[in-house]
């Protein structure tokens, strides 16, 4: 069963699950440059669906499927209790790291990946997180789902077959109670509306723009080619989002990560969804966060928190806009 522990330096929360050490993974030492050619059958590609547990939802394309959510077969966050914090001292906090920790398997080419889905599927995309949200907001023990894409060893990715985790968990991570914060904070109206109306006027950190959604990259980007996915339409929660924001943010992600590709090759890259905690009320609007693995993380931005970027934004939109998106 895995742990939470409270760091009480930075009263972040840190979960230890020692059993993932023993996972199996399709990639080889780190000091090796290539990734290891399967030797055991992928778990997530078609005709291998035995290798994990039954699907908690099939998408259908031609009697085929075109994506599934399966849970987790080695879960950091499982288990049905209500968030319980146990003071074992006086500064040491633990809690049991219960919720759910599901995969999804948006593609069934082994080879495919974000960059090249249809405008079906990348609409399709959307709508599958939209119906997992929606499900964990009804789960008493699920404060907050992070959805999140790793792409590459460097990214942390395990396994090369394309595919996203959706994690429930019992607590709100402080990266998003410090973003609803900055909402609150912010007096000038909507911040993130505010922030694209700024970049459109501005226009040199612009990747992508149409009616529907912007993508950029930010004024205070930390990682080169760092992007952000924003819908103009604004809610709190993404399940309340309309099918044309959910269809245009999808087709603006695949996009965001074809420009991605055509400029740097298949580099590395995490992807983070941003949508208010289930049951919070107060100002926020959802929204996706690209972050290509190009340059590592040294001693400065550990000891500090603060990054140091070597590519300046305006100059990762010029070179991401002169490419054409891969799709
Ligand atoms: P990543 O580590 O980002 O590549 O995500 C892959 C996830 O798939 C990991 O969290 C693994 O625990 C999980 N996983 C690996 N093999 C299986 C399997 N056969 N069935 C279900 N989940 C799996
Ligand atoms: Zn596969």
Not at 51 to 59: D, I, N, R, S, V
């Amino acid at each position: 069963m895995s742990q939470m522990r409270l760091n009480p330096l930075n009263g972040r929360w840190v979960t230890i699950v020692p059993d993932r050490a023993e996972r199996p993974t399709d990639f080889i030492h780190r000091d090796r440059s290539e990734e290891l050619s399967l030797s055991r059958p992928c778990p997530f590609c078609p005709g291998n669906e035995e290798e994990t547990p039954p699907a908690l939802e099939t998408t259908e394309d031609d009697g085929t499927w075109s994506m599934r959510v399966i849970p987790n077969l080695y879960p950091a966050f499982d288990g049905d209790d209500a968030f319980a914090v146990q003071n074992l001292g006086p500064v040491h906090v633990q809690a049991e790291a219960s919720g759910i920790h599901e995969v999804f398997v948006y593609e069934p080419e082994h080879e495919g990946g974000l960059g090249t889905l249809d405008d079906e599927h990348a609409a399709e995309f959307m709508f599958v997180l939209k119906r997992r949200l929606a499900e964990h907001a009804q789960l008493p023990f699920v404060r907050y789902t992070q959805v999140i894409v790793n792409h590459g060893r460097e990214a942390g990715a395990s396994v090369a077959h394309p595919h996203g985790q959706i994690l429930g968990l019992p607590f709100v991570p402080g990266e998003v109670l410090d973003e609803e914060r900055a909402f609150a904070r912010f007096a000038g109206g909507s911040l993130l509306e505010t922030t694209l109306q700024a970049e459109i006027t501005v226009g040199d950190r612009i990747v992508i723009s149409n009616d529907d959604v912007v993508v950029f990259c930010p004024f205070a980007s930390g990682v080169p080619y760092e992007m952000m996915v924003v819908p103009h339409e604004q809610h709190a929660h993404l399940p309340s989002a309309s099918d044309d924001a959910l269809r245009a943010v999808g087709i603006a992600l695949r996009d965001a990560i074809g420009h991605l590709q055509a400029a740097l090759g298949d580099v590395a890259f995490n992807i983070g969804l941003h949508t208010a905690p289930h049951q919070h009320t107060g100002d926020y609007h959802w929204h996706m966060h690209i972050w290509p693995q190009v340059t590592t993380q040294a001693g400065f931005e550990r000891g500090t928190g603060v990054l140091i970027n070597i590519v300046a934004p305006e100059k990762a939109a010029s070179t991401l806009r002169s490419v054409g998106a891969t799709a």
